[in-house]
Structures are given as C-alpha cells and as structure tokens.
C-alpha cells in the first residue's frame, strides 16, 4: 500500500488477556518503529527494527510486551496479559534506509483495557 | 538517557506568530525533527534540522543550535487548522535511535 497500514484500528480487551497488533510497513523500508501514546502524552518509544539487526527493545516496559518482524516487512507488537495502564494507542512507523530520513506513521491502534 | 523538553501547552491567535521551543539533552546527536499531531490522529512530518540555523518551509521554519541543544518551531500567519500538538525528536548516532518529546498542545483562537 501507499503508506504505514495498522490492524486493528480500535481494540478492548478484558484484563489478563493477550492481544497482538499488526503493522504494514510502506514497501522497501528497512527500518520499523513502534511507539505507544496515552492520552494527552507524548510518544514513548517501544521497539525498534532495522533490516536484520538485533531489534533495540530498550523501551519495551516489561516482559508481557514483545514484538516480531518476520520478513523483514510485516511487525507484530503482543502484549500478555494485559493490564489498564496498557491502554494507549498504539502507533507504527516506518522509515527508508537512505535520505529523507523521516518516519512515516500509521493510524495506531487504540486499545482500551477494561 | 537523555531529556527533551518543551511547554506543554501554547495558546495564539489567528494570523498572528508563535514560537515554540525545544531543549534537548543527548548523546550522539544527529539530527531534530519536528511533526504535527492533529488530536486522534498520526503524526506528520514538518521539518529536519541536522546543521545549525534556519530552515524555512512556507509558513513553518526551525532553527536549530546543537552547542545549546536547542531548537524551535515558528509558525506564521497562524491559521484555526494550526491548532495541534507539536512533537519535537531527536535522533542520535546512525539513525537507529528517535525519541520524541511530550509534545506541545497548540491552540488557535480566532
């Protein structure tokens, strides 16, 4: 597609459950981002992947957040056994290798933990 | 670690000037970046600063100090639809590392 694509676009789960969320990348670029935002907040930074590189996962929270790049491409950010302070949006972005070095964003995932 | 701070909220009025600030504290920098983050929305890119000065875009430049780890976004002729919240990043070493300040909450009034 044209641009960073998430799934889903709104998600509520009951506490303890698992969920996982899904970003497209935009095609060729090596470098992925997740990022989580509460309300009002800035962004805080996740998880970060590079092409095959070991992903930097400083920002991961705790050990119920994980995420995956298979392929280089597709990412899946999971959360275990999920708490309320979890709800946030959560937001993908995707940057090219070479110039522009912007990040493109996609639409987040809002996730409400009741 | 390193800080990124900048107001929390700016208030202005249509058609006029405002400026909003940036202060960063890091290692290896390489490079600041602003974006707009209209509410419930993603971010998008506004600007990229990685030498000092002043870069203009139409109605939005940055400018940029890395001796005093400073940077602000100016906007001009400030319309309703400017009303957001502006992010302010900085990257640091070779491109791997971006984090992002809390943001400042623009609001335009008529």
């Known amino acids: 597609g044209a641009g960073v694509s998430q799934s889903p676009s709104n998600k509520v789960t009951e506490k303890g459950k698992d969920v996982e969320l899904r970003c497209d990348p935009i095609s060729g670029h090596t470098a992925l981002y997740w990022y989580r935002q509460s309300l009002g907040q800035g962004l805080e930074f996740l998880i970060y992947?590079?092409?095959?590189?070991?992903?930097?996962k400083s920002g991961l929270p705790s050990d119920r957040f994980s995420a995956e790049r298979t392929g280089g491409s597709v990412s899946t950010l999971t959360i275990q056994r999920t708490q309320q302070e979890d709800s946030a949006v959560y937001l993908c972005a995707s940057r090219s290798r070479g110039g522009g070095e912007t990040q493109y964003f996609g639409p987040g995932t809002r996730l409400l933990v009741l | 670690g390193q800080n990124i701070d900048q107001p929390t909220e700016m208030t202005a009025t249509e058609g006029a000037i405002v400026q909003i600030n940036c202060t960063y504290q890091?290692?290896?920098?390489?490079?600041l970046f602003w974006y707009q983050q209209h509410a419930g929305e993603a971010p998008t890119f506004l600007s990229y600063?990685?030498?000092?000065g002043l870069e203009e875009k139409g109605r939005f430049s940055s400018f940029l100090s890395r001796s005093k780890g400073y940077s602000y976004l100016l906007l001009k002729e400030l319309q309703m639809k400017d009303s957001a919240s502006y992010l302010c990043a900085v990257r640091r070493y070779n491109n791997n590392d971006m984090r992002f300040g809390a943001g400042t909450r623009l609001t335009v009034k008529p």
């Open positions: 992947f590079q092409g095959n590189s070991a992903p930097d």
């Open positions: 600063n990685v030498l000092d």
């Open positions: 890091t290692s290896g920098f390489n490079g």
